[in-house]
């Protein structure tokens, strides 16, 4: 942190935020709190972002802006006060501003941002990424959609490597199957268009359940679960509570970032490959095709809740346009594959290597 620069340092109690978040994230609850309240993107001039545990002998998550226009703080930090989210779980301090600069600056804080012309470029934090993505789809979604256009056919098959898509015995036929059948050569990673991926999910809907829902982690993006009925079956029984797929194959794609610069560091520091900026198609706030990520994962579902492939046809589409009709659209975003998938324990992403 620059120690010459106005600078506003918001103060969370974790052990309030814990008790709010018990899944113990609560940076992120600290960081849906303050984009709850202060419009980040609307912040003028360039705002730097910094996050962390104060380390001062207190237990307390410190989420720190510095701006050279100190009425911008101003806005923020009435803000704040405004906001009960924030009572409810702000330390003793809840707030220190320039009197309490040299404290500020000497906390060893990760910097994890910038906000810049409209746009927030997140350097470091999955927290805010995640919080934002959340405030974005809570905010859309509780909106009122306009009448949405009929879904258009869609062509079967997808492509010559979906076209004769063979009978399998076990679910590890099915991993083998993707492996062969859609690895890109030169390419670290496992690519297939939407189309493909419903070809799939149609072929082996008698083997398999097939659940969406949307994921947070790197930015708003749809998740399709596929599992198989018999593991479906044993794993949720009779249960309608949200519920982790365990072994299953996950989709995960259709990303829209806080920005294009985002989506571009997402790549670079997390993925740690800036040639997946390319391969990924990020345009825009948005990533219409996908690399293979770092880590495994499983998906939180409604287990009361399988899909066919036209729901999961029409849930691409719908993403699609909302990709057309948003800020910052991408100029193509089309036909392009925006899937990635998850095998137990294994990570396999699926991008798209055509768009129509």
């Not at 940076?27 to 996050?51: I, K, M, N, P």
């Not at 829209?256 to 990924?280: L, M, P, Q, T």
């Not at 910052?328 to 990570?347: N, W």
Request: with cysteine.
């Amino acid at each position: 942190m620059r120690g010459d620069m106005p600078t506003l340092s918001i103060r969370f109690d974790i052990d309030a935020l814990e008790g709010k978040h018990p899944s113990g994230c609560y940076g992120e609850h600290a960081w849906s709190v303050v984009v709850a309240a202060v419009d980040l993107a609307g912040l003028r001039g360039q705002t730097h972002l910094y996050e962390g545990d104060s380390l001062d002998g207190e237990y307390v998550f410190c989420v720190v802006l510095q701006n050279a226009e100190k009425a911008v703080l101003d806005g923020a930090q009435a803000a704040m006060e405004a906001s009960a989210d924030f009572r409810a779980v702000a330390d003793a301090e809840p707030i220190l501003t320039d009197a309490h600069r040299r404290k500020i600056v000497s906390l060893p804080l990760v910097y994890n941002a910038r906000v810049e012309k409209g746009e927030v470029n997140i350097l470091v934090s999955t927290y805010l990424r995640g919080a934002l993505a959340k405030r974005q789809h809570a905010t859309t979604s509780g909106a009122a959609a306009p009448a949405a256009a009929e879904a258009p056919g869609r062509p079967r098959p997808a492509s010559p490597r979906t076209a004769d898509l063979p009978e399998f015995s076990t679910w590890e036929d099915l991993v083998t199957l993707v492996e062969e059948r859609f690895e890109a050569p030169g390419v670290f990673g496992f690519f297939a268009t939407p189309e493909e991926v419903c070809d799939l999910v149609e072929k082996y809907r008698d083997a398999a359940n097939t659940y969406l829902a949307y994921e947070f982690d790197n930015g708003e993006e749809l998740a399709v679960s596929m599992l198989a009925k018999a593991d479906a079956n044993e794993l949720f029984g009779d249960s309608s509570e949200p519920q982790y797929t365990g072994n299953s194959i996950t989709f995960r794609g259709l990303t829209k970032f806080a920005s294009h610069d985002d989506g571009v560091n997402y790549c670079k520091r997390s993925i740690g490959d800036e040639g997946c900026v390319a391969a990924w198609r990020i345009e825009g706030p948005y990533a219409l095709s996908f690399m293979k990520r770092p880590q495994a994962f499983t998906c939180k579902v409604d287990p009361s809740r399988p899909v066919g492939v036209d729901e999961l046809w029409g849930e691409i589409c719908a993403r699609r346009s909302s990709f057309r009709a948003g800020p910052g659209s991408p100029t193509s975003p089309g036909g392009c594959a925006v899937v990635a998938l998850a095998f137990g324990s294994l990570l396999l992403t699926m991008a798209g290597l055509a768009c129509r």
